[in-house]
Each structure stands twice: as C-alpha cells, then as structure tokens.
C-alpha cells in the first residue's frame, strides 16, 4: 500500500466485473534479474518487488477481487546467498511494520502460510502480529506464502492425516479430498483462478499445492499468464 492507495483505480472498460478471478495468485520471480539488467545490485530488485506487489494489492482491492496470494519465500530460496536471505528477512519484517496501519484502514485481511517456524524470531514476531491486528477485516485476504513449497505442503497433510490414524481418530475410508484439503495450509481459501508469473517463466516452481492440478483443469476455467 502507498500513500495515495485511498485513490481508487477504476475498472478498465473492455473488462467485465462478473468475469474477474475471485482469486489471483502471484509467483515474485525475476527481481534480482530486472536489477542485474539495470546495472544495480539484486537487493535493489527484491525493493522494486515489493512496491510492485503493493500496486497489485490496491489493484486487485479496487476491482473487486477477493483474494491474492504471493509465493513470497520459497523453501528452495534459502539456497540463495546469506547476505541475500538475511535481506530478504529483513525486508520483509520492515515491510510489515510500516504497511501495518494502512492494511488496517484499507480492510485488508492478511495471512502467512508456510513452514513459518523457520523464520527469525523478529520477523514471527511481526507476521503474528499483522495477522492478529487484521484478522477482523472484511476486505481483500492477502496470503503470503513465506518458506513455502507445495510438496511440503503435501507432506506435511499426510502425515498429520497418519497420525490420526495411528492414534485411531481416523479410519483409513474416512479420508477425502475434502478432508485432505482441510490439513493443508490453504484451508479455507478458494482455489486461485489466475496465476502469473512475474518473470515471464512458465513453471509453477512448487507453488500451491492446489496448483499441481492447474494445467489439468485449463479447460475449466483456471490460466496461467506471465508478464
């Protein structure tokens, strides 16, 4: 959010509100390559990343749509250079402190999946206070998926479905789609309808586990646009 975010940005004529994604879904890809091609450091990305996902937010806010989820963090990114992690941790920690005041006044309601208990004690510190302040909020939900993947999002429903049948609270034929989709951490969102990644790649890079179904259901509705 910015500043002048109270400035609502009108639909634009050729699009059609009732046709609109509930749910828009974000990989932040590319960032310390846009950077690399200005000539500036990767750190210098990941800031413009930031300002650009904020535009989209107000963007996706002002249009109606209900939801966006960014893939912020991947379990694969703390493969990247310290320095270039312990910048990302500290940018997003800063980022939250300072937009905290204006989710509230703008209703956004705003979340965090992912292995969250990896994270610095700091930036927890911060991730459960924004969900606590906004949790109430009727607006938007802005999802941060921050040391996340997909596949690790799969295991870690398996095994907490295991365990409750190992302990007898389940039976083996009680198990669902629908009660696989409530161990997930994307329980309780509606699936996205458009994913786009910021690169211009077309990989879904371990991104939502509902999303390895994506290109299976194209036909249904689903797409997958790069920018």
């Known amino acids: 959010m910015t500043a ?3 400035v609502l940005q009108e639909l634009p004529a ?4 009732e046709r609109l994604p509930r749910h828009v879904a974000v990989i932040m890809d590319g960032n310390g390559r846009w950077a690399k091609q200005r000539g500036m450091p990767r750190v210098m990305g990941h800031r413009r990343g930031v300002d650009v996902l904020k535009d989209l937010l107000r ?4 249009w109606g749509i209900e939801a966006l989820t960014a893939y912020a963090f991947s379990t694969e990114n703390w493969g990247r250079p310290l320095e270039e992690v312990e910048f990302l941790m500290t940018l997003f920690e800063r980022v939250l402190r300072q937009e905290l005041r204006e989710m ?10 992912g292995n969250l208990h990896a994270l610095p004690n700091s930036l927890r510190e911060e991730i459960e206070r924004s969900v606590a302040a906004t949790e109430n909020n009727q607006g938007i939900q802005f999802t941060v ?9 799969i295991v870690q429903a398996c095994r907490a479905i295991a365990t409750k049948v190992e302990q007898g609270l389940l039976q083996p034929d009680q198990i669902d789609e629908a009660l ?9 969102s509606c699936d996205p309808d458009l994913l786009i990644r910021t690169s211009g790649e077309m990989r879904i890079s371990n991104f939502f586990a509902v999303a ?5 259901n194209l036909r249904d509705g ?3 646009a790069r920018f």
């Open 4 to 6: 002048n975010s109270t």
């Open 14 to 17: 050729d699009l059609v509100q």
């Open 59 to 62: 963007c996706c806010r002002d």
């Open 104 to 113: 509230i006044q703008e209703d956004v309601r705003i979340r965090f999946v």
């Open 145 to 153: 998926a921050t040391n996340y993947g997909g596949r690790q999002e």
């Open 180 to 188: 696989f989709e409530r161990h997930l951490y994307t329980t309780g």
């Open 212 to 216: 390895n179904g994506l290109f299976r």
């Open 222 to 224: 689903y797409s997958l």
